[in-house]
């Protein structure tokens, strides 16, 4: 058990956008608003999987929608406080600890917020390990969980009950078409897990390893060194390419950001050329014809000098960047898990998923 300081916010922020693979929504606005929270007097508990209850009950909270529109639809705040109320006064009975849906991007930080308000503590870990564009794309479903009673909230005070979905992808149909109605965002919470579950089905001490991360690229911009190897040396992966955008398509399609980007290699990558595809997260890597990496496994674009994550909605033509490629977490790579999360998931027919290196410590 840890309070989150200041400190671990703002490397919270910063390492959460790698994970994030481009996507669950820029951290920056987030941070600002968990910072405030710190420094109006309210706390942010962190607690190990090994210190939750069997019994308790444990909410995962999270923004659904495109990125690109968070940037300037603004949360009103207590959206996840909202959502979280209305499932307790239909289950009955209260909430005992929030959780991260995903821990990449913006919705890292949400459920520090909800637990700011609420004074509930949070789980470290989370649903993906990274993030995904789909609300049935989350270890909790994928090994069992209903997500059904569900709510979603929006900034002018709506609140939608989800009482029963016949499925998960029928949910994620349902409130899809839900946060479209709402302008494109908002805030989700799904039915309450058991602790014993969450133990067996989230992925471990993601909040720490996400701090971690942040803390390096931290330490690099200090000392005026590559934040990349570092990264790729916590984390076991790759360092794909360095390159400059030289070509972006980006559209908003069924409450997604979809596009792809064309990648031109810098310096000992020159003359190479490169294609990321991306649904909300980057999806796929392909050099000369072959893809090199692939959902599950995380497909990170980072500012080349400072090491930040550069998230799908803030891609320009001419960014210099760097390109990892990050190995997932073992429950993202079963036979369950793929036919969720896979490349075919998305659409990538023909692309056959080989897993990158070992996964995270």
């Known amino acids: 058990m840890r309070q989150l300081s200041e400190h671990d916010i703002e490397a919270l922020a910063i390492g959460a956008a790698i994970l994030g693979t481009g996507g669950g929504g820029n951290p920056y606005i987030g941070k600002l608003r968990a910072l405030q929270d710190l420094r109006n007097g309210r706390s942010v508990t962190l607690i190990g999987l090994d210190e939750l209850d069997d019994e308790a009950l444990v ?33 009955g009975r209260k909430i005992d600890a929030l959780i991260s849906a995903e821990i990449g991007g913006g919705n890292a930080i949400e459920p520090l917020l909800t637990a700011a308000l609420t004074g509930l503590p949070v789980v470290d870990g989370d649903g993906m390990g990274r993030a995904f564009p789909e609300m049935q794309m989350t270890t909790f479903s994928i090994y069992g969980h209903r997500s059904t009673p569900a709510a979603v909230a929006d900034e002018r005070g709506n609140v939608v009950l989800f009482q029963h979905s016949i499925s998960e992808v029928w949910f994620e149909r349902l409130a899809r078409a839900t946060v479209v109605a709402m302008g494109g965002s908002a805030i989700g919470a799904e039915a309450p897990m058991r602790g014993s579950y969450v133990k067996r089905a989230a992925v471990p001490a993601t909040v720490t390893r996400a701090i971690a991360l942040g803390e390096i690229v931290l330490g690099a911009n200090r000392d005026h060194v590559s934040a990349i190897p570092l990264i790729c040396a916590q984390e076991r992966g790759r360092h794909l390419m360095d390159a400059k955008i030289v070509d972006l398509k980006r559209h908003l399609r069924g409450g997604f950001s979809v596009g792809d980007i064309q990648l031109e290699g810098i310096d000992e990558y020159a003359g190479s050329r490169a294609h990321v595809a991306f649904q909300n997260e980057f999806l796929s890597f392909e050099r000369d014809g072959r893809v090199e990496v692939c959902v599950p496994d995380l497909v990170a674009i980072l500012d080349v000098d400072s090491g930040h994550a550069i998230t799908t909605e803030v891609l320009r033509y001419g960014q210099r960047v760097s390109v990892l490629g990050l190995p997932c977490h073992p429950l993202l790579r079963t036979a369950e898990a793929l036919a969720v999360v896979g490349p075919q998931a998305f659409g990538l027919d023909g692309i056959t998923f080989h897993p990158l290196g070992d996964h995270p410590r």
Not at 67 to 72: A, F, H
Not at 84 to 91: I, S, W
């Open 59 to 91: 909410l995962s909270v999270g923004g659904i929608g495109a990125p690109i529109v968070s940037i300037e639809k603004l949360d009103e705040g207590r959206e996840g406080e909202r959502a979280l109320r209305a499932l307790e006064q239909f289950g």
